[in-house]
């Protein structure tokens, strides 16, 4: 499997709700970000959290890391319709030579469908 | 200020044409990255380029491909002699640095 899996592929849930989507990445990282892609369209930033940092907010986005379990969680809370898109993990990788990164490597995406 | 402007929007070429895919970062943005995207399926890293070098490009095809980002202009993703697995999403991204990513609204190529 690749570096930066989301789980689940698709999750469809009722507008208000809150959505969960998970990351699981296999080598050390510098940091960790999550991305929103519309249909057809590029991919927006939404939030990035640090191998330091444990848990971070932005509105109605919460973004939790466990280096240990090399993993991370996007929560969306009060979920609407316009949040309906695929959503990326990606992760920037921390080089064994110390020499900086390479380009993020990203997931395949989570689907979330917001029904009204 | 403007963001990432990648152009063509679409770009339809027969096999065995050249695809010339342009790609103007966001101003002061001196880092330029490439990504393909099929059909369901997440970004997959080319190409990472500072102005006139070539940092990595341990993700681009061997053959066909090249990638440039002169000191003037925007940067470029050259496919040669396409063929049909050539069609795909094609995104560009710039940053300062090696942290939030600014994505272009991509390129869409079919090969016919």
Redesign the interface.
Do not use: P
């Given at each position: 499997s690749q570096q930066g899996e989301e789980d689940p592929q698709a999750l469809s849930i009722q507008e208000g709700e809150n959505a969960t989507m998970n990351c699981s990445y296999k080598t050390s990282i510098n940091n960790l970000q999550w991305y929103r892609q519309n249909s057809g369209r590029g991919l927006v930033h939404l939030i990035l959290i640090r191998s330091n940092e444990r848990e971070k907010h932005s509105g109605r986005l919460r973004v939790t890391l466990d280096t240990s379990k090399k993993s991370s969680s996007l929560l969306i809370t009060a979920s609407r319709a316009a949040d309906t898109a695929s959503y990326f993990c990606a992760t920037d990788r921390l080089k064994e030579s110390g020499g900086g990164a390479d380009g993020l490597t990203f997931g395949k995406g989570t689907h979330l469908i917001i029904q009204p | 200020n403007a963001g990432?402007m990648q152009n063509p929007r679409h770009l339809v070429r027969r096999r065995g044409q050249e695809a010339r895919l342009r790609c103007s970062p966001m101003k002061g943005h001196s880092h330029v990255?490439w990504?393909r995207q099929l059909p369901?399926?997440?970004?997959?890293?080319?190409?990472?380029l500072q102005k006139e070098n070539i940092?990595?490009e341990?993700?681009m095809p061997k053959e066909r491909f090249s990638a440039e980002f002169p000191k003037e202009g925007p940067s470029i993703l050259r496919i040669q002699q396409v063929v049909r697995g050539d069609s795909a999403a094609y995104?560009c991204?710039s940053s300062t640095r090696?942290?939030?990513?600014?994505?272009?609204?991509?390129t869409q190529l079919s090969v016919l």
């Open positions: - | 990432v990255y990504y369901e399926e997440g970004l997959k890293f080319m190409v990472y940092i990595d341990s993700g995104f991204a090696h942290e939030k990513l600014f994505f272009g609204s991509g």
